[in-house]
T-cell receptor, first 112, second 114 residues
């Protein structure tokens, strides 16, 4: 079945440092979504990427979808303590009705 | 406010018992997906309901069943509970059943099986 892998599992940075998490799928995806889950909270939708090579930005967050539509990355510039949480990528294999498969997530801890 | 309402928030059950979890989707959404999230893991897909039918199912045993009502709300039922069923159960709603939109998650039900 479809598998989505994320690295690293955990990263601890000092406030102001940059952070990147990488996501790889065992199959080609129709789209990739990113979610953030704060400690004790629930996943919150951040963004969806659909096109091969697509790059989207949300303030200090930059999201990329690979050319082969099998990998993606999330980069945070100049982290802040409010960025603390676990970042999940999730992908649909088909553009129709298909399962949204989540990776195991990357937990980000930011020290002031 | 997540827009998706789940109840109860916490639940403690004994092995072998049965449990029903409830979910009301975000206003305007018609599709409900259920996920199980173990501690430190990503959400694992259980099943998805659209137009009152189970449209997709993940790798979960038949002890896990569900239902969607005409008002789009949904229930997740788990029979013969095992210790390993202890997890956060998340309901996510979306629109149209197709893979075009982000999911809105509820705050979840924390199930503990003892």
């Amino acid at each position: 079945g479809q598998q989505v892998m994320q690295i690293p599992q955990y990263q601890h940075v000092q406030e102001g440092e940059d952070f990147t998490t990488y996501c790889n799928s065992s199959t080609t995806l129709s789209n990739i979504q990113w979610y953030k889950q704060r400690p004790g909270g629930h996943p919150v939708f951040l963004i969806q990427l659909v096109k091969s090579g697509e790059v989207k930005k949300q303030k200090r967050l930059t999201f990329q979808f690979g050319e082969a539509k099998k990998n993606s990355s999330l980069h945070i510039t100049a982290t802040q303590t409010t960025d603390v949480g676990t970042y999940f990528c999730a992908g649909h294999r088909d553009s129709g009705y298909s399962t949204l498969t989540f990776g195991k997530g990357t937990m980000l801890l930011v020290s002031p | 406010d997540a827009g998706v309402t789940q109840s109860p928030t916490h639940l403690i059950k004994t092995r072998g018992q049965q449990v029903t979890l409830r979910c009301s989707p975000k206003s305007g959404h018609d599709t409900v997906s259920w996920y199980q999230q173990a501690l430190g893991q990503g959400p694992q897909f259980i099943f998805q309901y659209y137009e009152e039918e189970e449209r997709q199912r993940g790798n979960f045993p038949d002890r896990f069943s569900g239902h969607q009502f005409p008002n789009y709300s949904s229930e997740l039922n788990v029979n013969a509970l095992l210790l390993g069923d202890s997890a956060l159960y998340l309901c996510a709603s979306s629109l149209g059943g197709a893979a075009n939109y982000g999911y809105t998650f509820g705050s979840g039900t924390r199930l503990t099986v003892v």
